[in-house]
């Protein structure tokens, strides 16, 4: 639909007054806010020599947990798959050895692509087992995408590396601090 001239409205460019012509209340009012900024409280943390402090529950790089045993906790149930909003979880189930009486299947490769996660925390709340799990590990660096994308024994090595450190305790239940902070239902 062509306008008319009656849909265009003109508008003049504001007058300038001496002082504005002369931007002493433009350059007064920048300073302030030089000043301002100067004399506030520092919000920058100067990572990497300052480490940030990280909220319980921060969604980091993910883990698949171990069992008792120490095999992969992981069912290969799909769920976490299928949860997955970013569609970033590649899950290869495989009959389980006749010697794991408690299940049937076990993923014989696991893989998620940390580039196109979106950390959610939908597949840590999807899991059944809770065998998948978000830490507190961020500084996730890689040279390539190949190197972003997290087989089984990578994941795995991120759950021996944070429960030898410490940081992230293997969370069994929902709760506070559990799959995506949510509590059960009552």
Not at 56 to 74: I, M, Q, S, T
Not at 109 to 118: M, Q
């Amino acid at each position: 639909m062509p306008l008319t001239e009656t849909d265009v409205r003109w508008v003049e460019a504001p007058k300038l007054g001496f002082w504005d012509q002369l931007y002493l209340p433009a350059m007064v009012d920048g300073l302030k806010t030089t000043l301002g900024h100067m004399f506030s409280k520092k919000i920058t943390e100067q990572y990497p020599e300052q480490e940030p402090t990280l909220p319980p529950n921060y969604r980091g790089v993910h883990r698949l947990n171990r069992d008792e045993a120490g095999r992969v906790k992981c069912v290969a149930c799909y769920m976490c798959a299928t949860a997955c909003p970013a569609h970033c979880i590649d899950i290869v189930a495989a009959p389980a050895p006749t010697e794991w009486k408690d299940r049937e299947k076990y993923p014989e490769t696991f893989v998620i692509d940390e580039l196109r996660c979106i950390y959610c925390g939908m597949c840590e709340e999807a899991c059944p087992v809770d065998a998948i799990e978000l830490t507190t590990l961020y500084d996730l660096t890689g040279a390539s995408r190949e190197q972003m994308v997290f087989d089984k024994e990578k994941l795995l090595s991120v759950f021996d590396q944070t429960t030898k450190a410490g940081t992230d305790p293997v969370r069994s239940r929902a709760g506070k601090l559990g799959a995506a902070s949510e509590p059960p239902p009552q």
